[in-house]
Structure formats: structure tokens, C-alpha cells
């Protein structure tokens, strides 16, 4: 089975958004763990007078962390899905929070508005077709200096995280394919996991992109989500 992309994950992603969303219920660390990792963005004074953006923001969890991170920003909150969007926008909409509709490779600062002060990509990048690409346009759109963190699932090459991996499958990934309908989904995911990048090769992946100061810290009691945290080139500005 090869791994959705483009169209066929989006497509995938709308039929699939409310049932994932019952999934996020019931995982007791999910919220909490996009918390902490919008916390690492550093942004001081909740935000104020800063743009952010949450890249794959789904059905708005991630854009909830980024809010509760940042209160008075202005958000921009992106998705290639729309069903996921119709989602997100009935649970959320203060004044701060704009959803765009728009795969995020084909992004551009006319799009959007502007460039961005941070952003954050949460659960995103395993998705996408080139990682490299995605990287390059969110360098593009934050400011000289501006923060990105990411927060993703990546295992290392040793044998303890795939077994980490299995039982998570076993738990929430296969119980997610019967729950959802959407069996193709949950294949991807649980191959999507084994095939991305292992912590370090992401970490060199950002370094690759011209990114700086890439901090990793691992998240949750499994060790196998990450949050990376690392700047755009340019005049650092102090945030943390
Ligand atoms: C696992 S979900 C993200 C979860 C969300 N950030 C959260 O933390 O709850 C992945 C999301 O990325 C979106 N996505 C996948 N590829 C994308 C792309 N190239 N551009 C924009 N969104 C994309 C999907 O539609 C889906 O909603």
C-alpha cells in the first residue's frame, strides 16, 4: 500500500475529520502535548502584536494550543482539507483566528497577508509529499529570526520505538480504521510514522533548510513525539 498524498490524503482527511476528532477525544495527552509544544515557541507578552501560523491545523486542536500559547496574535490557521476547515471553524472563531484553505506548499505572503512572526506545524509534516518544499515556503513566510516548531511523531531507527509504535497501532490506529470507515486513513498513518524521518534526520533536515538554533526536546511518555524548535535565517529577534 503506498502512502496518501495531495488530493487522495485530503480527500481522506474530509471524510475522515469527525471520527478523528473522537479519536483526539479520547487520547487524554493530546491537548496537553500541543500546549507545552506552542509554549516552546517562547512568545512573550501572549503574543501581542505578533503574526502566527498553524500549518495542517486540522479541525483546530493545534490552533486552540497556538491560541492558548498566544492569546492576543493574530492567527492564520491553514488546511488543505476543507471538510477539517468546516470543522475547525464551527468550533473556533474568535476574532484573532482566519482559516485558509490552501495546501501549504502553494502558499505565498499575498495569500496570507504578510509574513509571519512563528509558526507551528503540528502532526504535519509526515503528510506531506516534500518535507524539503513545505520548509522552504514557512522560511519564506516568517520574518528574519521568526520561531517554528514542530510537533511530530518520530521514531528512532532501534527496535524499542517500532515495538512503542506496534502498540500504539494496536490501541488507536487500528481501533481509528474500524471507528472512521476510512481504512486508507489509518494504513497511511500507520505507515506514515515508520517511513518519516527519525528525531536527528529531521533535526539535519531544518538545518538543510537554513534554519538555526534547532533544539529538539522529546514529549510525551512514549518518546516518540518530538518537538523541534528552530529559527528562520536572519536577524534574531529576542523572544524567549
Ligand atoms: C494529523 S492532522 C494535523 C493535526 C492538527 N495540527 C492537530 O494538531 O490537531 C494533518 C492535517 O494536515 C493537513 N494536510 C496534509 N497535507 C497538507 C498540505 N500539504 N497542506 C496543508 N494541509 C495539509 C490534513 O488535511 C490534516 O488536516
Redesign the pocket.
Known sequence: MTLLRDDD??AA?NHGSLACDRL?AVNPGYRSD?RRSARRLGLADGGRGMRLLD????TG??TAALLKAARHAEIVA????AG?LERAAAKCRPANVTFVHA???AMDESQVHGSFDAAFA???FR??SDPDQVLAVVRDLLVPGGRLAVHEFTLDSGRVHRAVWSAVCGAVVVPGRWLTGVAALYRHLRRSFLEFDTATDFASRLRRGSFGRVRVRPRGQTGITHTFVAQAPGAVRDQA
Open positions: 490524503l485530503s482527511f483526539v500541543l500549518l495542517g491545523c486540522r486542536a493545534s491553514v488546511d488543505a482539507s477539517m495546501p501549504v506548499e503540528a502532526y504535519l503528510n506531506v
